[in-house]
């Protein structure tokens, strides 16, 4: 269908209202008003949208806190097609200093018409749900490291410091933390508080771990969360994490694509003939991106295949395999020379975490099959 014969109408949600500009075929100044953020009013939009508009109507609003809700709801209520678009790849007037709900509203619908928007893939309802507990999980984990920290400060503001082994919060560290003992009563509430909200978020990762592991053993993660586990420093937790944040890494059409989308590829400003690159975009989705740095550190080591390796390539195709020992191969010969050529160590990291990603997208597309 033509673009003159499509309405477009541009929204700027937020928790209680939704500012509309809606943009009949032919026009070139919008309709505005404004409805209330809720699942009734927003039915009645709809309902508004396909009776005033004479064809067909697009809609669309930037990613944000609101999720996909909006998008679900008209979609569900009135068969509209609505698009959520990256805000960080909307187009910018450098002279433009004003900024406005209506304004924005209007601005989306105008560069909706423009085709100047990039749609962002949204999320199945399953897939979000998942993905947001894969983001507790790694809240939980956050907040048992500060937890960890806070213990470790206060002790240390004591004078006590675990010396025994150079791993802490293990076995012997914690034999070490039973045999405390506090003359002050003050003290003793408050290492027995730190310790009590250390055991409590222990408990919540373990246990969201486990819903992880349940959620993995089932379609359409077991085969995914299969293949990525033949790679070096990815077990169930990491690619559960990889798997949920991406949703379909098959919509990627090469690797160097997905590299962009996770940020992982090195900013440029060039201008005539000068040419300068920079650090990495962090662009896109950064839970996945930490997720890859954190893997990258496990290529520092030789590259080897150890027994718990070994089991959970067990049952999994030749060829992902193999495309794992290509990768360990490479990338820990790769971490080795970037080193000795004197190249910080965290940028070596972030390089590795780059590459890793190319194998780990070839693991995944499936082979085309060839008929006789």
Known sequence: MSANAITFVGMDAHKKAINVAMLLPGTKQPMEWQ??????????????????????????????PCGYALQRELESAAGIICEVVAPSLIPVKPGDRIKTDRKDARKLAEMQRGDLLTVVHPPTADEESVRDLCRCREDAQEDLTRARQRMGKFLLRRGLVFTVCKRAWGKLHRQWLRGLSFENSADLAVFGDYLLAIEQLE??????AAKLTEIAQRDPYREPVGWLRCFRGIDTVAAMTLVAELHGFRRFRSARELMAYLGLVPSEYSSGESRHRGSITKAGNGHARRMLVETAWHYRHRAKSGETLRRRREGQPARVIALADRAQERLCRRYRYLVERGKPTPKVVVAIARELVGFLWGALQKPVEVRS
């Open 35 to 64: 409805v209330a953020n809720e699942p009734a009013a927003i039915r009645r939009l709809a309902k508004k949208l396909v009776r005033e508009a004479p064809g067909e109507v697009r809609c669309c609003y930037e990613a944000g």
């Open 203 to 208: 408990e919540r990762v373990l246990t969201l």
